[in-house]
């Protein structure tokens, strides 16, 4: 079975994927989607980052593509709904760089408030500024976190350590995590926060989610920080707040629009700005946090190619089964409808096998049974199942 990893994933995942049999190919870069299409042919398992784009076009090139592994924490960057009708499983590291990301922030936080891109930039010019103007300590001042999953309660925690009040807002429902403060709405938060950052995901709805109305009721003098995606921050706002000075400083580290490859030009209206810090993508961008994230998905690529475990997909029923020790197991992937499960039964039943274990998850339109037996099902059997209306795909293992 053929694996593509794009993107400059860990060698973990590399090592991993060959000890279970697999041939890998690993390339350096991210493909466009007439290249996937391309390359796609005779591909089994997809391994990407976020810059690679997985579009319909793209997954109906990809007729021999099983799944797709997101070595990273979101999955905006690939079609689920298409890549589900396909039956091809979506995984993803959903917290794998959470800390990576969020030290990341602290570090961000501190530099601003104590204005060090400018300094650091006029030493490397000779010219030495010994002044505490506009320069402040970060505790006691007030984070505001907008989006409070993982990253942001993490951040919560850390802060609260170095001495910011720590404020929230989210859409869910979330429990503050010491003493952390829910805010009503945005605004309260914008209002009240020295330090605004942001860690909601990518979902269409989010796109240009901040823009000049949430800028203009920030704090005067606050600072900005945007570590979740690049689409939902109208830049060009941004920088019309740092050049009238109502915004005092700010940290980007994701954008609309990225390089595809190292070395290619990054553009953005934020360059050559003051007191403002531009990384590129880097948030878990650590070598502990792309071992950790090498190690999982490509876990997760194998557990499902090789004995058909869903669980902690993100587009497919969650089958959560045990490892296949011994016998025999069918991976039924199906309409959710009705009198599936007793079909299977049925056949199974007809064929005098034996039923060791059995695992059924439903998700919107699709359910998923796997099923072990201690002897294979015969051909005919098989064929029956392949053959029904509401097949999507059915595929066979053995220990």
């Known amino acids: 079975m053929k694996v593509l990893?794009?993107?400059?994933?860990?060698?973990?995942?590399?090592?991993?994927?060959?000890?279970?049999?697999?041939?890998?190919?690993?390339?350096?870069?991210?493909?466009?989607?007439?290249?996937?299409?391309?390359?796609?042919?005779?591909?089994?398992?997809?391994?990407?980052r976020s810059n690679t784009h997985i579009t319909p076009r793209v997954l109906d090139a990809a007729s021999d593509l099983l799944a797709i592994g997101c070595f990273c924490i979101g999955t905006n960057q690939v079609d689920l709904v298409s890549a589900a009708e396909r039956g091809i499983a979506v995984f993803n590291a959903p917290y794998s760089n959470t800390r990576s990301v969020v030290e990341l922030v602290i570090a961000e936080i501190i530099s601003l408030a104590r204005r060090l891109p400018e300094k650091t930039e006029k030493m490397h010019a000779g010219v030495w500024d010994k002044s505490a103007k506009g320069s402040h300590e970060v505790?006691?001042?007030?984070?505001?976190?907008?989006?409070?999953?993982?990253?942001?309660?993490?951040?919560?925690?850390?802060?609260?350590?170095?001495?910011l009040r720590v404020i929230f807002f989210d859409t869910a429902d979330r429990l503050a995590h010491g003493n952390a403060q829910r805010m009503k709405t945005l605004d309260e938060l914008l209002e009240k926060a020295d330090v605004v950052s942001l860690h909601v995901d990518g979902r269409p709805g989010n796109a240009g989610f901040f823009g000049p109305e949430q800028f203009a009721k920030m704090k005067p003098r606050s600072i900005f920080i945007n570590a979740a995606r690049g689409m939902v921050v109208d830049n060009e706002s941004l920088r019309d707040h740092i050049l009238s000075g109502h915004i005092a400083g700010a940290a980007l580290d994701v954008f609309p629009v990225e390089p595809k490859a190292q070395g290619d030009e990054f553009e953005s209206v934020l360059r050559g700005l003051d007191n403002v810090i531009l990384t590129p993508h880097v948030g878990g961008s650590t070598q502990e946090a792309q071992e950790e994230i090498g190690y999982f998905v490509a876990g997760k690529l194998a557990g499902f190619s090789l004995e058909g475990r869903t669980?902690?997909?993100?587009?497919?029923?969650?089958?959560?089964?045990?490892?296949?020790?011994?016998?025999?197991?069918?991976?039924?992937?199906?309409?959710?409808?009705?009198?599936?499960?007793?079909?299977?039964?049925?056949?199974?039943?007809?064929?005098?096998?034996?039923?060791?274990?059995?695992?059924?998850?439903?998700?919107?339109?699709?359910g998923y049974v796997v099923t072990d037996t201690p002897d294979p099902l015969p051909a005919e059997a098989l064929a029956k199942l392949a053959e029904s209306e509401h097949t999507i795909w059915l595929r066979t293992w053995e220990s």
């Open 5 to 48: 990893l794009l993107e400059n994933i860990h060698p973990v995942a590399v090592e991993i994927l060959e000890s279970r049999g697999f041939e890998v190919e690993l390339r350096a870069g991210s493909l466009s989607e007439d290249e996937l299409v391309e390359a796609l042919s005779g591909v089994h398992l997809l391994g990407i």
């Open 139 to 163: 505790r006691g001042r007030t984070l505001g976190i907008v989006g409070y999953g993982n990253i942001g309660t993490q951040l919560s925690n850390l802060a609260e350590a170095l001495g």
């Open 311 to 366: 669980e902690l997909s993100v587009n497919l029923p969650a089958v959560l089964a045990p490892q296949l020790q011994t016998g025999h197991r069918i991976g039924y992937l199906h309409h959710n409808v009705p009198g599936v499960l007793a079909t299977i039964n049925g056949v199974l039943a007809d064929s005098g096998d034996n039923i060791t274990g059995q695992y059924l998850s439903t998700r919107g339109e699709q």
